[in-house]
């Protein structure tokens, strides 16, 4: 570790993404200094359809903002990023990109991470948001620190609403055939246009019969998850599978968005993965959003619960918990939280297992 840090806040947040924003933001309400670490320049992350509350922003950080500053209702992961992003910098919470955590750990009165490029962070306490493949967890559960292959995936795709010659209904649908879930979902247009024809349309299309490529590409080893498929790593072969698939299995207007995807190549092969919590909290360092819990897409919570972390994780690092015993304050956010996020875990696998069964 380096001498001295490059910088010393109240919290030193790892990971940039939904869960780290919303941690932030929810923190920023007792005027706390606040630094985000994000490994990635790369923000348009695309996949999931989040249900996003009337006045999240003003339940996180307890301030009024802006209508519309965060739009509500099933937004897409880029728009919902955006307001969230702009909230956090004008809560003047600093977001460093390129900043890529190694290694986490702690000292007497401080936790502190360090990036790949040599660079230390130091924190009064540290929040590990770092996704599923957290590196702050193996500090918290150094006995069981990866989350794993629920075998099965999600293909997912998005289509501009004016490129098919259908229409589509208002409402996110949920469909089954054979072996197949499909999640259909409209999304409000890249310019925030909630016109119909202005709009995309989103789909997830859960399928375990997949798993040999997600292996030879080497997606997934073991029961580890690497990244997700892209469209280079798929062969024209599986295209045109997918292809009858879909004309076998979806409906119209549904299949029309895949078939247009599938035209296009545009289409991800992201496994599913699940994190069942022992713990959230070890010392000075605590767990929010994927890092702590991870539950199948099917479910449609983790923003949710992520959002709930935070809210919960404000309520119990205040001012004073912070200068007098930081490590009691996060003890009192994991018996608060964890019941619940193992009670969602659980029944996310749940929900896994009867897909895999009822596929197989
Ligand atoms: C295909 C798919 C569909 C989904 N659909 C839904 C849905 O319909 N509804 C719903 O509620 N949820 C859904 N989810 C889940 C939801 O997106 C997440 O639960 C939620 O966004 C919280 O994510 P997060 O911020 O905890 O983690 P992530 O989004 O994974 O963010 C982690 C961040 O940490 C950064 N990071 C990781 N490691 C490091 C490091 N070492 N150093 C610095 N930075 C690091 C990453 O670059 C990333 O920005 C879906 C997920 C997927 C994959």
Same mark, same amino acid.
């Given at each position: 570790?380096?001498? !001295?840090? /490059?910088?010393m *806040?109240?919290? #030193? ?10 941690t932030?933001?929810?923190? !920023?309400?007792?005027g ?9 320049? =790369?923000?348009?992350? &695309? ?5 996003v ?23 897409a ?14 809560? @003047?919470?600093?977001?460093? %990109? ?19 490029d ?14 599923? %493949?957290?590196?702050?967890?193996? %500090?918290? *559960? ?6 794993? +292959?629920?075998?099965?995936? $999600? ?18 649908? +949920?469909?089954?055939?054979?072996p197949?879930?499909?999640?259909? +979902? ?8 909630? /016109?119909? @024809? ?23 080893? @073991? ?15 599986? +295209? ?11 409906? !119209? ?9 599938? $035209? ?13 919590? =022992?713990?959230?909290?070890? @010392? ?11 539950? &199948? ?7 949710? &619960?992520?959002? %709930?972390?935070? #809210? &919960?994780?404000?309520?119990?690092? =205040? ?9 009691a304050?996060?003890?009192?956010y /994991?018996?608060?939280?964890?019941? /619940? ?10 929900? !896994? ?8």
């Amino acid at each position: 570790m380096s001498a !001295s840090p /490059e910088r010393m *806040s109240d919290i #030193l947040i790892v990971g940039g993404s939904l869960a780290g924003l919303m941690t932030g933001l929810a923190l !920023s309400r007792h005027g706390f200094s606040i630094t985000l670490l994000e490994r990635s320049t =790369d923000t348009d992350r &695309t996949g999931a359809a989040l249900q996003v509350g009337y006045g999240l922003l003003e339940q996180l950080t307890g301030r009024p903002h802006a209508t519309g500053a965060l739009a509500t209702g099933v937004q897409a992961w880029q728009s919902v990023y955006r307001g969230l992003r702009a909230a956090a910098d004008g809560a @003047g919470i600093v977001v460093l %990109q390129n900043a890529c955590v190694e290694a986490t750990g702690e000292a007497e009165d401080r936790a502190w991470a360090r990036t790949a490029d040599g660079r230390r962070f130091d924190g009064k306490v540290l929040v590990g948001a770092d996704g599923y %493949q957290s590196v702050v967890r193996r %500090q918290v *559960s150094p006995e069981r620190p990866d989350a794993v +292959f629920a075998e099965y995936l $999600a293909w997912v795709g998005f289509a501009e609403e004016s490129a098919l010659s259908v229409r589509y209904p208002p409402n996110l649908e +949920f469909l089954e055939s054979g072996p197949y879930v499909l999640l259909g +979902f409209p999304l409000t247009a890249a310019d925030g246009s909630p /016109e119909r @024809g202005h709009r995309r349309v989103g789909w997830g299309w859960y399928d375990a019969g997949h798993n040999a490529i997600l292996r030879s590409t080497g997606a997934v080893e @073991g029961p580890l998850v690497r990244h997700s498929l892209r469209p280079n790593d798929m062969p024209d072969a599986l +295209f045109d599978e997918l292809a009858a698939l879909a004309r076998r299995h979806w409906p !119209s207007p549904w299949r029309d968005a895949i078939l247009e995807c599938i $035209a296009r190549k545009a289409v991800l092969g992201t496994p599913v993965v699940e994190y069942y919590p =022992d713990r959230l909290v070890a @010392g000075r360092m605590c767990l929010v959003g994927d890092a702590a819990h991870v539950c &199948t897409p099917m479910t449609g919570n983790g923003f949710a &619960t992520a959002a %709930q972390d935070a #809210l &919960t994780l404000a309520r119990c690092l =205040d001012p004073a918990a912070l200068r007098t015993d930081p490590n009691a304050a996060l003890m009192r956010y /994991e018996a608060s939280r964890l019941p /619940e996020v193992r009670r969602l875990a659980r029944s996310g696998q749940q929900i !896994s297992q009867n897909f895999v069964r009822s596929a197989g």
